[in-house]
């Protein structure tokens, strides 16, 4: 089908260098639609604030752009979708946000389910930690019906998109630069998985290299799209922080994954939580947060089987036997002689070792002979 002349006259705008979703808006509410926008002479357009003579001349030739009949036809070879701001395709938790786009490329579907989406965010260099509590929440949030967002980066927004895909789930990616230049390179496959099964996203032009300064543009509408907004291991400087910041302007729940305190990759996650936002623990908290339910509650309403509470990390200070002692209590409260049996501790070398754990603080101890951990 061939585009509406509105839609023609939107890409013009989009496609004109220096005009962002600010400038956008300023220029359609002073002219009232895109023909006229286009239409306007250079002094008019000069009237709109911030744009200038040069900007001004720009908009002036867009209509006559010959790159809007080359976007055109990548978007028809890609099977792209153009969703414009305030017609009913385009998605309300977006249009809500401060600054949304113009127009939003899609490939793959939106679906009413997106309406309940987390965010799992994270470092690009994350730990062995780090990918397992990703992947754990990650399969865990999608077997309970929620849709994972996330940026298709390397680290554990890779790892957040493959486990809700394992998992049978729904999953979005919003990528920085273009739909025809995936980056990066090496997740090609597994952005043509994601659209299969969810949906790629992006504000930017097709043939538009992810240059580093739209990555913070882009975490805008990884938050905007999702209710809850998980930070799963950062840095102090990761640019998942970036995401963090921009949800708590849009009003969007955070978490973050607490790491050791001595752990660098954690620094940015244990800071959040020393600042206040809501501890993640793991699947059992988002829900709580999202359905006011547990994973348990959830599984049942979904017939889904329930996911188990994410590990803990486990405390530096342990011996090894102790590490098997709170390995074992992971699936929750035992008894003394259930940990002797299944251990194969001798009960006075299981006792000194609980004992020890319940001084460090690792483990408490519960009526019962049961122990726990802290």
Known sequence: MSPSAELRD??????????????????????????????????????????????????TRAAGNPEINVELE??????????????????????SIPDPPLLLYVRGELTPADACA?????????????????????????????????????????????????AGGRTIAVLAGGLSRIYPPEHKELADQVAASGALMTESSMAQEPLPGLFPARNRLISGLSRVVI???????????????????????????????????????????????????????VL????????????AKTGAAPTPTMEKPAPPSLTDEQRRVWDFLAGG???????????????????????????????RRLPGNRYERS
């Open 10 to 59: 939107l890409l013009a705008i989009h496609l004109t260098p220096g005009v962002g979703p600010r400038l956008t808006a300023a220029l359609l509410e002073r002219f009232e639609s895109p023909a006229a926008v286009l239409r306007a002479t250079i002094a008019e357009l000069c009237d709109v604030p911030h744009i200038g003579p040069k900007l001004a001349q720009y908009l």
């Open 288 to 299: 709580e947060e999202l359905h006011g339910v547990s994973a348990v509650e959830q599984a």
């Open 333 to 363: 409260a035992r008894t003394v002689d259930e940990m002797a049996q299944q251990l194969g501790l001798a009960a006075q070398q299981l006792g000194a070792g609980l004992m020890m754990m319940e001084m460090k603080r690792v483990v």
């Open 231 to 285: 930070v799963v291991e950062a840095g102090e400087a990761s640019g998942a922080l970036h995401t963090a910041h921009h949800a708590v302007e849009q009003g969007r729940t955070v978490m973050a994954v607490p790491g050791p305190v001595d752990a660098a990759a954690s620094a940015g996650c244990n800071a959040l939580i020393r600042d206040g936002v809501a501890l993640c623990r793991g699947v059992d908290d």
């Open 74 to 95: 990548r978007v028809a070879k890609a099977q792209i979708r153009l969703l414009v701001k305030n017609t009913p395709e385009y998605p309300a938790s977006i249009a």
């Open 118 to 166: 987390v965010a799992l965010v994270g470092s690009r260099h994350c730990t062995d930690y780090g990918r397992r509590i990703a992947s754990r929440l990650s399969a865990g949030l999608a077997r309970a019906g929620a849709t994972v967002v996330s940026g298709l980066a390397r680290g554990i927004d890779g790892v957040a998109h493959r486990a809700a895909l394992e």
